[in-house]
């Protein structure tokens, strides 16, 4: 159980174009997502908390129209990075929280992608 | 002062050792512990989640809180290459999911 995808997995892409990622919960009803950015040997950055049908909360710092995160369902959240520089490659993490039976109340995370900006 | 501070390491053991990772944190109001390993590329996956004073045991691992002191350990018995990753600690309050991570810790095991 606590199973959380994305996708893509890697994704290279030209300067100026952007780059929506998908993270799903696959065996429960997430009412909150987070994503986060990671630099090579460096802990995770928070960049925003969304819950279901909610506006995402940005972290200072973070420019809400340059990533653009949806919440619109229990188990789907998107991360689009618009028009995307090669300082925003990075690897971007979601985790996922939510309430179900045999389930603790914690953050599971999704195995990552890898984004590279040419 | 930082609200979690975590020793990033790399901290190099031989196989078979008893490894020791920790975390010190700052706010009391902090109920919520929790230890993930992140492989190389890899997103982090969570491995021990304790909200109590005390010991938590699961096979080799034990998750150890101290609250009066403001000191979580993980400690990996028996320990294998196949350990070698990043170890973060992870706290958090009632109320939300929201955590405050460490920077975590590098762990090599040698074969």
């Known amino acids: 159980g606590a199973v959380v995808s994305q996708h893509p997995s890697r994704v290279i892409c030209k300067s100026g174009t952007s780059v929506k990622i998908e993270c799903r919960s696959l065996?429960?009803?997430?009412?909150?997502m987070f994503w986060y950015r990671q630099f090579p040997k460096k802990s995770l950055m928070l960049m925003a908390t969304?819950?279901?049908?909610?506006?995402?909360?940005?972290e200072q710092g973070v420019e809400k129209d340059k990533f653009l995160i949806n919440h619109a369902s229990l188990t789907l959240s998107t991360l689009t990075v618009t028009s995307a520089h090669p300082e925003d490659s990075s690897f971007y993490i979601c985790?996922?929280?939510?309430?179900?039976?045999?389930?603790?109340?914690?953050?599971?995370f999704g195995p990552g992608t890898r984004l590279l900006v040419l | 002062q930082k609200e979690v501070e975590q020793d990033p390491g790399p901290l190099s053991v031989p196989e078979g050792a008893i490894v020791s990772l920790n975390c010190t944190y700052s706010?009391?109001?902090?109920?919520?512990f929790m230890w993930y390993r992140q492989y190389s590329r890899k997103g982090p996956e969570l491995l021990m989640y304790?909200?109590?004073?005390g010991n938590k045991e699961d096979g080799r691992f034990t998750a150890q809180v101290d609250k009066s002191s403001k000191y979580i350990s993980l400690f990996i018995r028996d320990s294998q290459p196949s350990d070698s990753a990043t170890y973060l600690c992870?706290?958090?309050?009632?109320?939300?999911?929201?955590?405050?991570f460490g920077t975590g810790t590098r762990l090599k095991v040698l074969a």
């Open positions: 304790t909200y109590s004073s």
């Open positions: 992870a706290i958090g309050t009632s109320g939300t999911y929201k955590y405050i």
């Open positions: 706010n009391s109001a902090f109920q919520y």
């Open positions: 969304s819950n279901e049908g909610s506006k995402a909360t940005y």
């Open positions: 985790s996922a929280s939510g309430s179900a039976s045999g389930l603790l109340e914690t953050q599971y």
């Open positions: 065996d429960f009803q997430a009412t909150t």
